[in-house]
């Protein structure tokens, strides 16, 4: 009797730790520094959302509003594999791979049609294999959207309205050049900013409209200017090592989902955008829709020749996009 109840403790015991039928799902550590409701977290959510519905083996945790620092910090995470996946703006993995700083070249592309074109085709697909290079498997990018200008000094129309502007530029080399160019005084910081502008240590940012509105910026922020100075993306990113690891079925699920996951995602930041700007107007902020952008080109028109743009595979890079936003 005593044997047979042990038996049956034993049995209960381990049917409820290994239910029949049911296996340990792996976890994806997926990082984000935005919180819920921003662009990031939108494609996150719908990857999670594919992937668990279209295979029981894995379950996606988010980790979100910069639980885990900034987004250079998630990059090194993803590195050392402590984090699998991540939705990083581009802006700061040109410390990584200067490479990723063609995408965000100043006013590069005209419009979503460009957009589309050349990061879906082949020359965003061939900056998505050089990540290998540093340990990042590229699944695809989604977006963040047109970065714009705010700041709460005054209103700005031309390139020369910026000068000595303190703003907050990503941790990235690229943007820190960029703003140094047209004449600001620029202050690389990680994500999010709020306080820095609430108390003044800084006096501009620049982004695009979600996330001005998002992150409530309008309360901190009374000038915005439209200047579309550049497009800011995001890329969908895996450790490769983990990646490669999975099985190849898998791998192709995981690519195919997050595919999915930022087709919808551009679609709901475009289909976003003009409801945005209005928000935003209505909330108080003053907004120059059409500023002079002949004046902001000028002041950047040789970024080109900086040794940016001139280091080893960046220079090589940088002609192919080029070339194929004016094919559209
Ligand atoms: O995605 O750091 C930035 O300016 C990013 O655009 C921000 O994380 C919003």
Redo the contacts with the bound molecule.
Sequence with gaps: MRKLLTTITLLTFALFIHPIGAHAKTIIKLGV??KPG???NVCAEKFKELLESRSDKYEVKIYHSASLGT?TEILQQIQMNTVHMGII?S?PFDVFLPEVRVIDYPFLFANYEQVDSVLDGKPGQLLLKKLEKVGFKGLAFSE?GFRHLTNNKRPVHTADDVKGLKIRV?ESVLHKELWRLLGANPTPMG?PIYTELQQGTIDAQE?PLW?IWTYKLYEVQKYLTLTHHVY?AHIDIANLKWFSSLPKEDQQLIKSCMLEAAHYQRRWNRENEANFLKKLKEAGMIVDEHPDLKSFREKVKDIQKLSIFQAKGVKELLPIFLEAVKQQ
């Design positions: 520094v935005t921003s662009a990031q987004e703006t802006g963040n990503m994500w982004n996330v800011s």
